[in-house]
Every structure is written in C-alpha cells, then in structure tokens.
C-alpha cells in the first residue's frame, strides 16, 4: 500500500528527528488513536463472542435465520396494519357516539322548551314532535326518556 508506505516514513521521520512539524504530529496521533480504535474494536468482538451474543453461522443457517426474520417481519406489518385500521374504527365511533350525544342533548332541550306547545297539541310543533319521537326510537339506546 503506497499510502501506509508514506505514513511510515513520515513516522520515522518525525520519531527519528529528522521532520519536525505541527502536521506529522497530527497524523502521528491520528494513527494512534485509529490503532487505540482498531483494538478496541477487537476488545468488544472478544467480549461479545465470549458472551456468547456473537456467534458465527452457518451460510444456510443464516438464510432461515433472515427467512424467519422476513416472516416475522411480515406479520408485524400485517399487524400495524390492522391496529391502524382499529384505530381509525374507534376514532370514527367515538365521533359518532359524541355526535348522537349532542343529538340527544338538543332532543332533551327541544322537549323542555316546547313541553307546553306539545302537551297542548299545537299542530306547528307537530312535525318537530314527530322527528323528536322518530329520533328517540331509532336511537332509543342513547338518549335518555
């Protein structure tokens, strides 16, 4: 390698006395701390193979192992597709169910204000009785009597 070649030159260069400048020192530390980096590196392989959390496999045992990955991979999206879809049920029937609240609010209102014009039977409250009668069967569950 012509470019390691140059950098050990420049090192013994600089070790020997012979090149004393700002810029082969940093390219001495440099290197340095590359080779602390490299070993670390090694330090850590070492322990995660001794931990037993790196081990080496198998070509073939690797493609099951990513075969059972990609399955399991695909069921997880399958799921977060379902779960988006409940959300999106449940958000709707919250709005429906806050929507026939407000409807059964405004029946209640409705009854209260008009009680006297609908005990008396005035026919130009007629059609609002009925809708009010037809709304309270139809979502008998929801609106309080």
Do not use: C, H, P, W
């Not at 006395?17 to 290197?31: L, P, Q, R």
């Not at 080779?35 to 493609?63: C, M, Y």
């Not at 990513?66 to 379902?82: F, G, H, P, R, T």
């Amino acid at each position: 390698m012509e470019g390691s070649n140059f950098l050990d030159n420049l090192k013994n260069a600089v070790d020997k006395g012979e090149f004393n400048s700002e810029a082969a020192k940093k390219i001495i530390e440099i290197d340095k701390l590359a080779d602390e980096k490299k070993n670390s590196f090694g330090l850590t392989q070492d322990r995660l193979e001794k931990s037993g959390f790196a081990e080496a496999v198998s070509e073939e045992e690797a493609i099951v192992l990513n075969s059972e990955y990609e399955k399991e991979m695909e069921k997880i999206k399958k799921q977060d597709a379902v779960n988006k879809q409940l959300a999106t049920l449940i958000e709707i029937e919250n709005m429906v169910k806050a929507s026939i609240d407000d409807m059964s609010s405004f029946v209640d209102e409705l009854e209260q204000k008009f009680e006297k014009e609908f005990k008396e039977g005035d026919q130009m409250f007629a059609k609002l009785y009925t809708k009010l009668a037809e709304i309270k069967i139809k979502y008998n569950s929801n609106i309080n009597n």
